[in-house]
């Protein structure tokens, strides 16, 4: 670990999709902090996309007055012979609480990977098809992958504090950004305060982050990502290591946020799709079965497969 954090924070955080999962293979790349948008390149979305009785289906047909934050189109995952994802098109709205679910191995983190082009760093991964946020293709050639990173953060099954103090934690990515002193330590309290965490933290700011409970860790690491002021915010599985009342605090900073953010969310648990997402997508092995509002999708599914899932009957 202490190997992990010398070699540069920056790095996994935003060149490496913050703090990667073990199996990700580390790609260093250039340090960028001067330019701070997705540039050139881009196909400007041609509009929505298209839409059929199931699985390539945006929720209710347009996007409504929030509008799209990410359209899929056609997008095909494979990881060397492995076919993780075929064929997915879709749009996640602004502002709304999107779940992926879906028995394991179905392509839930692999599709949530693409969309901050994490994907990218696991060797023999191949992406086909198109990701388009707010209109331009992320894949595109020129785009800044730094940037798009943090206008697209994520938020990992594990809490991963970096060891350093809480207020260090949160504070890295605005510093990197270039800001004052004295902004870094009004983005660390907004941030904090964001993330439901400040009254329980605000006393001991400079304590270690890894003394925190589990769930302190992981709010804090959704504090983390907020601090740079990201759009879209990734969630894959962020409560499954957390009690239920810690489950329950994300859930309701999960409610809050999703006035400032787009949310995207990775979940086993069937009632916590129900409880917080607005739109659910269930996918089974690589294809998405069928996307629609989570209320309806949980009570009149169309497709025998989502029934048999969201009934507990497989999966
Ligand atoms: N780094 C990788 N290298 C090779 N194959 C991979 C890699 N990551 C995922 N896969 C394969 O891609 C498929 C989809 O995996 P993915 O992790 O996206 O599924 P998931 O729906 O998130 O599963 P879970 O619910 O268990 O997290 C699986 O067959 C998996 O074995
Ligand atoms: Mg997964």
Redesign the pocket.
Known sequence: MRERFGRSVWQRQFENGEFLEE??QVTPVPLRTASLRVVGGGREHAGPAGRGPNAHASVNGAAGPAGTAIAVEGLSVR??E?E??SGVTMEIKKHRVTAFI??????????LRCFNRMNDL?P??QVSGRVLFEGRDIYAPGVDVTELRRRVGMVFQRPNPFAMSIFDNVAYGPRLLGLKKRQVEERVVESLQKAALWDEVKDRLRAPALALSGGQQQRLCIARALAVGPEVLLM??PCSALDPISTSRIEDLILSLKEQLTIVI?T?NLQQAARIADETAF?LA?RLVEFEETAILFARPVHPETERYVTGRFG
């Not at 879906?102 to 599709?111: D, E, I, N, R, V």
Request: charged fraction near 15%.
């Open positions: 199996e990700c990881y060397g492995t993780a994802l879906g028995p394991s191995g179905c392509g839930k983190s692999t599709l696991i023999g991964a894959d599985e990775v086993h996918f690589g």
